[in-house]
């Protein structure tokens, strides 16, 4: 069975700092992507970025990066320069080709400090 | 974020109610989803729907009952909820249904009293 873990139910950090949310996950298929989308208070549930897992490169978007470390199975996500507005909820997911089903993470709940 | 949307996007009812909850999406794609999720849980995939056809239930009670018109248009219909079925719901669409990008609606917040 293909598990997602989120290891962080809650994370705060200063504005303007860099901050690393973790996930893991456990599967046997070759392929599949990998996503972390973002539920801000408003309650819509946003994509931030996509990772495919037979790309090496690391997918980045803006200020928003992963460390995809396929063989350790790990998909962690970096926020440089933090903003207030990067406040939510962070839920990593995953997708195999095979399968219409995403498997979700439980959350990691950021905070951005003023 | 226009591409989903979701009506209403806040719902009261009583348990001897019957209600329908409305999703409608404009990217073109061709299977759609509802989601619940409620406190402290994660997401639980409730139905899919690929080319209008239902291909999942996930041990959903019958007092949730899905249809799907068109590729566009998802409705939840919704009659004689318990109280414990005050959630989020959440609609999303993708290109295809498998494991692609999902993009979600806004969501109905519902409360059963």
């Known amino acids: 069975a293909q598990t997602v873990t989120q290891s962080q139910p809650e994370m705060s950090v200063q504005e303007a700092e860099t901050v690393t949310l973790s996930c893991t996950y456990d599967t046997s298929e070759n392929n599949y992507y990998l996503f972390w989308y973002k539920q801000p208070p408003s309650r819509q549930m946003i994509l931030v970025i996509r990772?495919?897992?037979?790309k090496q490169q690391n997918a980045t978007e803006n200020r928003f990066s992963v460390n995809f470390q396929k063989a350790a199975k790990s998909f962690s996500l970096k926020i440089s320069d933090s903003q207030l507005g990067d406040t939510a909820m962070y839920f990593c997911a995953f997708g195999a080709h095979s399968n219409y089903q995403l498997i979700w993470g439980a959350g990691t709940k950021l905070i951005i400090k003023p | 974020e226009t591409g989903v949307t979701q009506t209403p996007r806040h719902l009261v009812m009583g348990m001897t109610n019957k209600k329908s909850l409305k999703c409608e999406q404009h990217l073109g794609h061709n299977a759609m989803y509802w989601y619940k999720q409620s406190a402290k849980k994660p997401l639980e995939l409730m139905f899919v729907y690929n080319f209008k056809e239902q291909t999942e239930n996930n041990s959903v009670p019958s007092r949730f009952s899905p249809e799907c018109p068109n590729s566009s248009h998802l409705f939840l219909h919704l009659h004689t909820l318990q109280p414990e079925d005050s959630a989020l719901y959440l609609c999303?669409?993708?290109?295809?249904?498998?494991?692609?990008?999902?993009?979600f609606g806004p969501g109905t917040r519902l409360l059963v009293l």
């Open positions: 990772q495919e897992a037979y």
């Open positions: 999303a669409s993708s290109p295809s249904y498998q494991g692609e990008t999902q993009y």
